[in-house]
């Protein structure tokens, strides 16, 4: 059975750093791990995604420069690591996990990603 389990978020101030974990179980090789977010009112949005056999990265636009998404396949956990963070980075923040060759698609189709975990806040204040 596939689980994922997304932690770490919190409340932290403007322009400061925050890293969030997704530990996740039950995959075979060549997978891929997603984190999309979704704020109050709007829609989800596709924050990045790795492909953890070779590790290839995806980021949003929105996001670039800021956030890093890395894989600890021996803990079976990918991270986001978020800096410079705004107030507008304010979300719940989902990770999702399905085939790898998904990734490079994540943010036209994440209904593609079949197993998600529970979300973590993450507050920004300005």
């Known amino acids: 059975e596939v689980q994922l389990q997304a932690s770490g978020g919190g409340l932290v101030q403007a322009g400061k750093s925050l890293k969030i974990s997704c530990a996740y179980s039950?995959?075979?090789?060549?997978?891929?791990i997603a984190w999309f977010r979704q704020a109050p009112g709007k829609e989800r949005e596709a924050v990045s995604c790795?492909?953890?056999?070779?590790?290839?990265?995806y980021y949003a636009d929105s996001v670039k420069g800021r956030f890093t998404i890395s894989s600890d396949n021996a803990k079976n956990t990918v991270y986001l690591e978020m800096n410079s963070l705004k107030p507008e980075d304010t979300a719940v923040y989902y990770c999702?996990?399905?085939?790898?060759?998904?990734?490079?698609?994540?943010?036209?189709?994440?209904?593609?990603?079949?197993?998600w975990g529970q979300g973590t806040q993450v507050t920004v204040s300005s």
């Open positions: 790795i492909t953890t056999f070779d590790n290839k990265l």
């Open positions: 039950g995959f075979n090789v060549d997978y891929a």
């Open positions: 999702a996990g399905d085939r790898g060759a998904l990734c490079p698609y994540y943010d036209d189709y994440p209904e593609g990603f079949g197993h």
